[in-house]
T-cell receptor, first 112, second 115 residues
């Protein structure tokens, strides 16, 4: 599986935008970029995914570099409830199982 | 509302005993997955199933067993052969179709402690 690299931790202030980076230099043409987040003692929650174009949904935006070797999850106005571990994951739909492989993610702290 | 249910939320087991964790989903998802999470770590895949009566080993299958007799259910048995079973166990499900895909749906987890 292609690997992703994320910073271990990031901090933000409440109501400010947050940009969470992810590097995936070995991404293949069929890999989709997925983001999940996990609150303490809960299961991960799907945030957003994309292939080549930037994507927006009610939770966040995903900006994908033109060469697809990196991406950025954007939370437009951080709230205290956004404090979580954020995982950037590559999913290849052509392989059997299309399994997700989780790294250690980025711990986001949001300061009031 | 559709969702995925794991039970129990907390489970205590004596050393040498097998224990089964339940996972049920009513999302009509074909694929189901079991992950293990240790403190401060990411998730590691134990087993997954793409279709009823079929499943594959993940990265850390030793000491675990599963069955997939019904689409809705994917129970995980932690056997006495698992050397360090104390962990947070997460079940997930997903569609196997790319169209309309909305990612995995996770349960709220079972925290297993061996005493």
């Amino acid at each position: 599986d292609a690997k992703t690299t994320q910073p271990n931790s990031m901090e933000s202030n409440e109501e400010e935008p947050v940009h969470l980076p992810c590097n995936h230099s070995t991404i293949s043409g069929t890999d989709y970029i997925h983001w999940y987040r996990q609150l303490p003692s809960q299961g991960p929650e799907y945030v957003i995914h994309g292939l080549t174009s930037n994507v927006n949904n009610r939770m966040a935006s995903l900006a994908i570099a033109e060469d697809r070797k990196s991406s950025t999850l954007i939370l437009h106005r951080a709230t205290l409830r956004d404090a979580a571990v954020y995982y950037c994951i590559l999913r290849d739909w052509t392989t059997s199982g299309s399994r997700l492989t989780f790294g250690e993610g980025t711990q986001l702290t949001v300061n009031p | 509302d559709g969702g995925i249910t794991q039970s129990p939320k907390y489970l205590f087991r004596k050393e040498g005993q097998n224990v089964t964790l339940s996972c049920e989903q009513n999302l009509n998802h074909d694929a189901m997955y079991w992950y293990r999470q240790d403190p401060g770590q990411g998730l590691r895949l134990i087993y997954y199933s793409q279709i009823v009566n079929d499943f594959q080993k993940g990265d850390i299958a030793e000491g675990y067993s599963v069955s997939r007799e019904k689409k809705e259910s994917f129970p995980l048995t932690v056997t006495s052969a698992q050397k360090n079973p104390t962990a947070f166990y997460l079940c997930a499900s997903s569609t196997t179709l790319k169209a309309g895909h909305r990612g995995y749906t996770f349960g709220s987890g079972t925290r297993l402690t061996v005493v």
